[in-house]
Nanobody, 116 residues
Framework: QVQLVESGGGLVQPGGSLRLSCAAS????????MRWYRQAPGKERELVAT????????NYVDSVKGRFTISRDNGKNTLYLQMNSLKPEDTAVYYC?????????WGQGTQVTVSS
């Protein structure tokens, strides 16, 4: 049974930091490209960051470059998103996704709220 379980969301003040985790099971995690997406209320889901299978390649949406870092631990089957210098516009539900060819898996999401 494939599972992606996000954790680490919460309420944080502007300028603060959070670290999201995504625990994977039920598939060969190291073979999948992993991504973080987010969806704010009333908006479409947005790709935030991508990491290759071996962590050699990462990509970010312009709005988070220099503030967010995506990483993975293939030994622990876990994906991470370190989020620093958070802004109110980062408020959204954050989802992790695993992709290999036509196989795409999604987590249930974790809420991140940036507010004073």
């Amino acid at each position: 049974q494939v599972q992606l379980v996000e954790s680490g969301g919460g309420l944080v003040q502007p300028g603060g930091s959070l670290r999201l985790s995504c625990a994977a099971s039920g598939f060969i995690f190291s073979s999948y490209v992993m991504r973080w997406y987010r969806q704010a209320p009333g908006k479409e889901r947005e790709l935030v960051a991508t990491i290759s299978t071996s962590s050699g390649i990462t990509n970010y949406v312009d709005s988070v470059k220099g503030r967010f870092t995506i990483s993975r631990d293939n030994g622990k089957n876990t994906l991470y998103l370190q989020m620093n210098s958070l802004k109110p516009e980062d408020t959204a539900v954050y989802y992790c996704s695993a992709a290999l060819g036509l196989s795409v898996y999604w987590g249930q999401g974790t809420q991140v709220t940036v507010s004073s």
